[in-house]
Nanobody, 121 residues
Framework: QVRLVESGGGLVQPGGSLRLSCAASGRTFSGYTMAWFRQVPGKEREFVAAVSGNGGRTYYVDSVKGRFTISRDNAKNTVYLQMNSLKPEDTAVYYC??????????????WGQGTQVTVSS
């Protein structure tokens, strides 16, 4: 079992930055590909980024490439999402997930409670 707790959300102006963190408890954290998703009311949860178990490979949705960076620290059982040049359309609840990546990301049923990110002037 994996428990995930997100933090770091908040209100930021357009063009600003935020760093989200996701602390994981449980065994074999490094055995999971970790990902961030986001969701706005009335829409499906959207994949944002993923990082492989050893941190060597990363994957991003096109809309955040060049602005967001996902990373992980396996010694701290934590995954991060550095978000720069934020736009109002990045406003959402951001969720951490543990899963696997083959030809596409496969989320397992391990989700955090989410953290709200609001980009507004």
């Amino acid at each position: 079992q994996v428990r995930l707790v997100e933090s770091g959300g908040g209100l930021v102006q357009p063009g600003g930055s935020l760093r989200l963190s996701c602390a994981a408890s449980g065994r074999t954290f490094s055995g999971y590909t970790m990902a961030w998703f986001r969701q706005v009311p009335g829409k499906e949860r959207e994949f944002v980024a993923a990082v492989s178990g050893n941190g060597g490979r990363t994957y991003y949705v096109d809309s955040v490439k060049g602005r967001f960076t996902i990373s992980r620290d396996n010694a701290k059982n934590t995954v991060y999402l550095q978000m720069n040049s934020l736009k109002p359309e990045d406003t959402a609840v951001y969720y951490c997930n543990a899963g696997n990546y083959k030809s596409d990301y496969v989320p397992y049923n391990y989700w955090g409670q989410g953290t709200q990110v609001t980009v507004s002037s």
